[in-house]
């Protein structure tokens, strides 16, 4: 305790977004860390097509930041390669939908290196992309695929839903010893030209602080049902979380950071609190997330009040026209109204 | 000029689709930043996502489309107004698709990035090289009906360091099928330069690798890109094989609207500006005997037609929203 008297030494408050902390974290982690190098497309000159290596180039030079030509089963396969030989590549490619091109080198080699050798090889690499639409871009560069990678063993998959966490979800993903995937939520990215919802920018320790790669959080309490998100939906589960106390519905949101490994605990405990639940993302709806989530709880055996449910996007690509694409993205309405729904007393026997 | 072709209506096309692509786009810049300002935010205005614009580059389409029919194939790319214009496809639908209106060529689903036309055989795509391999098959289905439609591909010089640019030419030579391949070569994949990140000065000397003749395009001119393809089509159509090609050109704006650009080196723009080639192949044709009243009403239709068509796209409908879960299977 300062005396009254005392000028209080307050740090200023650095408030970042996702794109700039994760620069930050790249950057501290190549300081403390001479294994760790960045590649991909548009990564060093650029630095990043969402910001996420900005500055890295000048400070780290052409050796350690590359760029790399339109090459993504070479240089995915190149990483894992690098990390078996003792080096920490972080890759990104810019959309997650490009990766139909290079799925091998992700989910038969980077994903199986550790297994196949039993053990005598690891592979400590970041695949860093980006997940999500909303902005009129098309279906080859709007979608999500959460779950696609979520069901390959062998990867982690993290999604940062604010600045706070992809930090330290960087700097985690970076040490560990295993590839991860790290999804930014395009959304969420605080890219100028993308417009960001505001509660993803966040104060950003300067210092060096973990994220845990398989802890889902619980971002609001509440007690008559369980909102789960993660990425975008974990913003829009509380701004309807917020409109629903209006109505006197209290509802507990969780965020669930990590998708593999799944914190099924998290869960599994707010849903025994509060006897209802509702899963939220915008990956196509079936074999999803959702489901995952609501197996989970029913696998728990754990006595509900009303039906689970989830919202997602539809099983169909992603349409452009905005008319279209709203129509069929989750939303904070549709998350109101499927809890009104949840909460009416016929829904509860 | 030794070089000119003796086609006197394909150079006329050829010009006055160059003109009616550049309007195309002239138009498309406005309307991209309606809603977008004072902030700049992609999602927002008549046409939100990505927009790539050809401008610089549409000698590559003329010059390769003036010697193809509605039934032969052209797969484009993320950057595909110059070549779907060159390739006849449905301005009006084209106009309306861009806009997401209902009377677009996919009824709003597809959008910039995914322009499908098969009345004349187009397609393109957002994925780097992704229109090789189809353009492979369009050609084998046209050999395997013994029929003489060929299948081009356009992709752009950084696709060719994807793996598919090079299973597809192998694939191609193998079955010997009737396709050619068209790079366009502005110099940049997004912000990273040709010379940075390709093993070799000119794409066109891969060709070799896959026993197929390779031909390298200067001076982003119609004309030589019109004597070269023609080539390259009808030896195709002959039943003789893939070729390469390979087109020196440029990209006169961002590598998508609202690019900062910083990447360039200082006055490079300006400097490609100037070489601008429509109004260089305007003068040609002046000083080649074409009158300029000819060339200034060919230009007006031209105009005139994508006045047309934004107008119609601007007044169309937008699609019913529950039209999203139509045609996910046929
Ligand atoms: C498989 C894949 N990787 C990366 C991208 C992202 N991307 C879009 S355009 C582009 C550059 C393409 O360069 P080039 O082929 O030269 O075409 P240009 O844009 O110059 O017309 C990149 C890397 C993509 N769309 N698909
Ligand atoms: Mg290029």
Known sequence: MSSPDAPTVIAPARRLTIARAIAEAIGQEMERDATVLVMGEDIAKLGGVFGTTT????KFGPERVRDTPISETAFIGAATGLAAAGMRPIVELMFVDFFGVCMDAIYNLAAKQCY????????????MTSVGGGYGDAGQHSQTLYATFGHLPGLKVVIPSNAHDAKGLMLAAIRDPNPVVFMYHKALQGMGWLGTVQRSI?????????????????????????LVGLGLSVHQA??????????????????????????????????????????IDDDYLSYGVGAEILASVCEAGIALRSAPQRIAFPDIPVPFTPVMEHFVLPNADKIVAAVRHMMEPSAND | MSDAPSNRSDRLWMYTTMVKSRYFEALIKPAYFEGKTPVFNMAKGPLPGEMHLSDGQ???????????????????????????????????AMAAEIFGKASGLSGGRGGHMHLFDARVNFACSGIIAQGLGPAVGAALASKLRGEDHVAVAFLGEGAANQGAFHEALNLASVWKVPAVFVIEDNSYGISVAKRDCTAVERNSDRAAA?????????????????????????????????????????????????????????????????????????QRLLADGFEAGELDKAEAEARAAVDAAFAAARAAAYPQPEEAFAHVFA
Do not use: W
């Open chain 1, 55 to 58: 500055g890295l180039l000048d």
């Open chain 2, 210 to 282: 896959y026993a197929m003749p390779g031909h390298f395009v200067a001076g982003n001119d119609a004309d030589t890109v019109y004597r070269i393809a023609g080539e390259a089509i009808a030896r195709a159509r002959r039943g003789e094989g893939p070729s390469l090609i390979e087109i020196e050109t440029c990209r006169l704006e961002g590598h998508f609207m609202g690019d900062a650009e910083g990447y360039r080196p200082k006055g490079e723009v300006d400097r490609l500006k100037a070489a601008d080639p429509i109004p260089a192949y305007r």
């Open chain 1, 116 to 127: 196949f050798s039993g053990g005598q090889v690891t592979c400590p690499m970041v695949l």
């Open chain 2, 58 to 92: 549409e000698p590559c389409a003329v010059g390769v489309c003036a010697h193809l029919r509605p039934g032969d194939t052209v797969t484009a790319t993320h950057r595909p107004h110059h070549v779907a214009i060159a390739k006849g496809v449905d301005l009006d």
């Open chain 1, 202 to 226: 966040t104060d950003v320790p300067d210092a060096d602080y973990l994220v845990p790669l398989d802890k889902a959080k619980v971002v609001r309490e509440g007690k008559d049902l369980t």
């Open chain 1, 238 to 279: 509380l701004d309807a979380a917020e409109r629903l106390s209006g109505e006197g519905v209290s509802a507990e949101v969780i965020d669930l950071v990590s998708i593999a490994p799944l914190d099924r605990q998290a869960v599994r405990a707010s849903v025994r609190k509060t006897g209802r639940l509702l899963a």
